[in-house]
């Protein structure tokens, strides 16, 4: 078990509250009449899988039932950033790696807890 930091409640809670609701950041075509299918399909279905820092939208389903956005390692389930929707990620590829550690526990609103 973990806990999850809600950026509207500001409150570390149960990951059971929570629901995870895939990639966040997926732009809608701008001009819907004119994308070709591929473009569609691409918005649709297709869904980055990368192995290290993604950005993923989360809902807080048993509590404030607001979507939010979440920095978080695909290897270790560490998660460093929790924001609201419309805002972006202060954590880079490069903020995680090395060197900025001390940067990245600033923003980190959220961690894995062992229960
Ligand atoms: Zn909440």
New binding site residues.
């Given amino acids: 078990m973990f806990y999850i930091h809600?950026p509207?409640?500001a409150?570390q809670?149960s990951e059971e509250e929570f629901h995870c609701m895939g990639q966040a950041h997926i732009q809608r075509p701008e001009n819907p009449e004119a994308a070709s299918d591929r473009e569609w399909g691409e918005y649709l279905f297709f869904r980055d899988n990368p192995r290290g820092l993604h950005q993923e939208m989360w809902v807080?389903a048993a509590?404030?039932r607001?979507f939010f956005n979440v920095a978080r390692n695909t290897v270790s389930y560490e998660i460093f950033e929790t924001y609201r929707m419309g805002e972006q990620t202060s954590v880079t590829a490069g903020t995680t790696a090395h060197g900025r550690e001390g940067q990245v526990e600033q923003v980190h609103k959220v961690r894995r807890v062992r229960a």
Avoid: L, P, V
């Fill in positions: 809600c509207y409640c409150e809670r807080h509590g404030c607001k």
